[in-house]
């Protein structure tokens, strides 16, 4: 079973050991994590983010979660919890990624699949989700999870980076949005640590 979670102290070797891997495909893992950065330091620093403390300049809330299946850290998300003129053109709302090792087993569209129920917890009743428009496992997470390409946005070879829609209310089947700011309307900010699993 794959769980959502808070990083936790715990995972200082496997997240660091992700985070190298990722960072071989340009892929940031662990945001704003160096080198040096104190492990308890960086663990209390991400579970500011949901609260809006200890953001970097640029930064909007988030929740930052790490994908564990029985014991093992497979990937991590992170749930924004509004958009800023960099996360409606690029970002979107939810970014994610699984580690080499664990890739095609289903778990980023779990992943996927969980953050919107997060998302929709902290207030975002519509999610944009954006993706390259050559990486095709991202392309069928994203479509498994009932999301609707925007109709000047979906994928093309045209067209380097793609952007979706999805609902987060469950069961409900995503409509294209006309705008995503109109559509990510925050109606509350929670700062409890927020965990899903299913
Ligand atoms: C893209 C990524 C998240 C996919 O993770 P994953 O756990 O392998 O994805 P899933 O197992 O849920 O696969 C989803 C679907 O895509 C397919 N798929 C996965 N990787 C694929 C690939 N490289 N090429 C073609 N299809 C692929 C799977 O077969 C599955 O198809 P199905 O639903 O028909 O069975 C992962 O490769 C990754 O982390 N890449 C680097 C970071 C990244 O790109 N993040 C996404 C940013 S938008």
């Known amino acids: ?10 995972d200082e ?18 945001f704003a994590l160096e080198p040096d950065t104190p492990w308890d330091d960086y663990v209390r620093m991400v579970a500011g983010w949901p609260c809006g403390v200890n953001l970097r300049e640029g930064w909007v809330p988030n929740t930052f979660l790490v994908a564990d299946v029985d014991g093992q ?24 990624g699984v580690l080499p090792g664990y890739r095609r087993r289903g778990y980023a569209t779990e992943i996927l ?3 919107l129920v997060v998302a929709r917890s902290v207030g975002v009743d519509r ?14 997470a994203i479509e498994a999870c009932g999301a ?3 109709p000047s946005a979906r994928p093309s070879l045209a ?21 995503c700011s109109r559509s990510a309307r925050r109606t509350s900010r929670r ?8």
């Open 113 to 115: 699949r969980q953050a």
């Open 73 to 96: 850290l497979v990937g991590r998300v992170s749930i924004r919890h509004e958009l800023n003129d960099f996360l409606r053109d690029e970002g979107g709302h939810i970014g994610y």
């Open 191 to 198: 700062c409890a640590p927020v965990s899903a699993s299913m």
């Open 1 to 10: 079973m794959l769980t959502l979670r808070p990083l936790r102290l715990d």
């Open 13 to 30: 070797a496997a997240f660091r050991a992700g985070h190298e891997q990722m960072a071989a495909e340009e892929f940031p893992f662990g």
């Open 127 to 140: 999610v944009l989700i954006t993706c390259d428009d050559d990486n095709a496992g991202s392309i069928r």
């Open 159 to 179: 067209r380097p980076r793609s952007a979706a829609t999805a609902s987060t209310k469950t069961g409900a089947r995503s409509q294209p949005a006309r705008s």
């Open 148 to 150: 609707s390409w925007t």
